[in-house]
């Protein structure tokens, strides 16, 4: 498996409800990343927690981080059809090459009207 | 402007040919990255730039080149284009000596290669 996955792959919600996205990770980080991804366009950055942070809000968003468990959750809360997006985490990690992103697969949130 | 701008936009070649994508940046960013994004398989690391004098090859270099001709600009050639290099291809920037890891993406490159 990578060293970000997210989870579930796809998920679909009616505008106003609660989307919660998952990431699972497998080495020790530095911090965090959650990015957006309109289709076809470039990725976003939306929120960065650090490896001694617990949770983050941003309007919205709210990140938490569980490095014991290896993973992080982002929460959009009443959200909008314009949520509708693929949502990436990154993991920083600083290892003897130097510091690296790495990216997940992402997941796939549609918003119905 | 947009912050991280590349061209062209979209790009149909042929196998064999030579291609070029190209990327500037305003914000004054040492660090230049450019990425690979297939469908389910999130993005990829092609290669990354520390600075001008810095070039180091990503996950899946074989095939590319890249150029870092000054901090504002980093291209990436495809030398002679094969079928499977077709994907969305996109240049970001960073700045952690700022001590902030977040990247900034250009709006992408969708290459075809027939």
């Known amino acids: 498996s990578q060293q970000g996955e997210e989870d579930p792959q796809a998920l679909s919600i009616q505008e106003g409800e609660n989307a919660t996205m998952n990431c699972s990770y497998k080495?020790?980080?530095?911090?965090l990343q959650w990015y957006r991804q309109n289709s076809g366009r470039g990725l976003v950055h939306l929120i960065l927690i650090r490896s001694n942070e617990r949770e983050k809000h941003s309007g919205r968003l709210r990140v938490t981080l569980d490095t014991s468990k290896k993973s992080s959750s982002l929460l959009i809360t009443a959200s909008r059809a314009a949520d509708t997006a693929s949502y990436f985490c990154?993991?920083?990690?600083?290892?003897?090459?130097?510091?690296?992103?790495?990216f997940g697969a992402g997941t796939r949130l549609f918003v119905k009207a | 402007d947009a912050d991280v701008t590349q061209t062209p936009r979209n790009r149909i070649t042929k196998t064999g040919k030579r291609i070029m994508l190209e990327c500037s940046q305003t914000?004054?960013?040492?660090?230049m990255y450019w990425y690979r994004q297939d469908p389910g398989l999130g993005l990829r690391l092609i290669y990354y730039?520390?600075?001008?004098?810095?070039?180091n090859k990503g996950e899946i270099s074989d095939g590319y080149s890249v150029s870092r001709q000054a901090q504002a600009k980093f291209s990436l050639s495809l030398e002679s284009a094969i079928p499977n290099q077709t994907a969305l291809y996109f240049c970001?920037?960073?700045?952690?000596?700022?001590?902030?890891?977040?990247?900034?993406f250009g709006s992408g490159t969708r290459l075809t290669v027939v």
């Open positions: 080495t020790s980080i530095n911090n």
């Open positions: 914000k004054g960013h040492d660090r």
């Open positions: 990154a993991t920083g990690l600083r290892n003897t090459g130097g510091f690296k992103t790495i």
């Open positions: 730039s520390f600075d001008v004098k810095d070039i």
């Open positions: 970001a920037t960073s700045d952690p000596g700022t001590g902030y890891y977040g990247y900034t």
